[in-house]
């Protein structure tokens, strides 16, 4: 602001002498008196405004140019195998035999554990020695049937008894299969507390095998995340406790919406990394929106009013104000619609101590 100081004009009369003056003498001396202050008044009026002219307010700048802006929607998960199951037996028994304990390597097929099967091993044996009975006799039979000997009947009786023993063994052979518990994948025996002697019933008993070599994150995102959140979507994973992080891509993402949390399933397979291990916490960042050539500024630039938001820029030493209209914001930057443009001098620092106008001095930059 500018102080104005007025001082007003004050003429002196000379003081009367005791002697008369001449008059126009007098008139002369105090124009010439008038003359004189109103010279020292213009001097000091320049001066003083000079002095008390609005100073300019330093300012740090932020020059605007565009740049990619990606938005986030950071989310927990955690992370889980891709292959990650229980084993279970499939008849009830008595565990007779373990062949594999926690912590071991073990291959899809593997024999884990054998449960008693003395019963159906007997009537295996007995099936087999019935079955090579049976086979020997159709064969006979089959023989003289070729040779127009003995009925068809014989020949098909003979025929129907050895298919009757075939599928009676096969039904044996099944079942004492079922009373093993057999590796369904690769992996890792991550839990198994069975015993021998324990006897054991199918869904409550099992083995937990995982592979580790292969894992996925798995979260749930918001349904009003539903449009922008989709399988392919640029991803960051970040595993505070194995203090790694990961770059990728959503591998599957819900088209359903859970009625219940009012959210929907992302999954994301992640490459073969040591130190990951399943149910472990990873915070996820999902690319939801990208633009290649968009204005961002800080956000701390940005001032509002009951107009709407503003900014301040730099015009020809003076701050301007410009009423601007904002997009997304993350991690301090604010993506700008309109209202500035490339190449524009954003006053950031001391943004606030300024108004539309006034004379600004760039320090930082």
Request: net charge positive; with cysteine; hydrophobic share 40%.
């Amino acid at each position: 602001m500018k102080k104005f100081i007025y001082i007003p004009v004050l003429l002196f009369l000379a003081a009367c002498s005791n002697k008369p003056k001449d008059k126009k003498a007098e008139l002369a001396e105090l124009k010439k008196q008038q003359a004189d202050l109103n010279s020292k008044i213009t001097k000091l009026q320049a001066e003083v405004g000079n002095t008390d002219s609005t100073a300019a307010v330093e300012v740090g700048v932020f020059p605007v140019q565009t740049g990619e802006f990606v938005n986030y929607v950071q989310i927990q998960g955690r992370i889980d195998a891709q292959d990650n199951v229980v084993a279970y037996p499939q008849v009830p028994g008595t565990i007779t035999a373990i062949y594999a304990k926690a912590g071991q390597r073990v291959s899809r097929g593997q024999l884990l554990v054998q449960l008693d099967n003395g019963v159906v091993k007997q009537n295996i044996a007995q099936a087999e020695a019935q079955l090579t009975l049976n086979r020997s006799l159709f064969q006979r039979q089959k023989a003289l049937w070729d040779q127009k000997i003995g009925t068809e009947v014989q020949y098909l009786q003979a025929k129907t008894t050895l298919e009757a023993s075939e599928k009676g063994l096969s039904a044996l052979r099944q079942q004492a299969n079922q009373m093993r518990i057999i590796a369904p994948i690769s992996g890792t025996i991550d839990q198994m507390d069975l015993k021998l002697g324990q006897v054991i019933q199918p869904g409550q008993n099992g083995i937990r095998i995982v592979n580790a070599e292969n894992l996925k994150v798995k979260a749930d995102v918001p349904e009003s995340y539903s449009r922008s959140v989709n399988t392919g979507n640029m991803v960051k994973i970040l595993v505070p406790d194995a203090r790694d992080s990961v770059e990728t891509r959503v591998t599957f993402a819900a088209k359903s919406i859970d009625q219940a949390s009012r959210s929907f399933a992302v999954e994301v397979k992640l490459p073969e990394r040591k130190g990951l291990r399943p149910n472990m916490t990873a915070i996820l960042k999902i690319a939801d929106y990208t633009k290649s050539d968009a204005i961002v500024i800080p956000i701390k630039a940005i001032q509002r009013s009951e107009e709407g938001d503003f900014v301040y820029i730099i015009n020809n030493g003076t701050a301007k104000k410009s009423t601007i209209k904002a997009g997304k914001t993350y991690s301090g930057k604010t993506e700008i619609l309109s209202g500035i443009k490339a190449g524009d001098q954003l006053i950031i620092d001391g943004a606030t101590d300024v108004e539309d106008g006034d004379k600004v001095k760039v320090t930082q930059q």
